[in-house]
């Protein structure tokens, strides 16, 4: 099994010394993956990227992945949103998501639309499978874990909060996800999760 993977910096690549001889590592966009990649897989797993990809953008994003994946082959697209906030430091990250993703073009919308865009790309056998996934400290090691990937995340929006002048600074936003981690301990939490699966048709017309 050979794995490619993409990203559009080098920084998110783990070091070469580190991985194995079927990983390929290779900068590109998901809007615009390698030309010589058409029809190359027979599976493509992309996520999280509801905040990193313009909603006008997901069709060309979709209509790539139709283009590299081989004849029958399937897409697993992973994407959710933060849940509804239930104490103060959430409720304040979650209204500077929110904006941020107004003032840039991107939409949590797009969450109950996969289904469409997918049938629009040319795809089969779409489905979308929602589910919750809990994370706080005493909700067991899992949702340490998926804490954890919440933080990071949350944590690389920084700097384009802080130049959309939505954040004093990123020093004071990295205090107030301290204290939004805090609530999660106390309270838990469950963020939206939606699993959705798809195949290229074998033959125009299947």
Known sequence: ?????????????????????????????????????????????QRLLIIGIRAKEWPIALSEIFRVLKPGGAVLLVEGRPPPPTAPAMEKVSNLIITLLEQTGHSYDLLFQFDKLLTDAGFKDVHVHTRGVPFGKELGDTSVEYSRIMRAGLTNLGPALEKAGLIPSRAEYSALLDEMEREWREHGSEFDCRLVTARKPVELGD
């Open 1 to 45: 099994v050979q794995i490619y993977a993409t990203d559009l910096s080098t920084k998110n690549f783990p070091s070469p010394e580190s991985t194995p001889p079927n990983l390929h590592m290779r900068v590109a966009s998901s809007t615009q993956f390698p030309l010589e990649w058409s029809n190359k897989f027979t599976l493509v797993h």
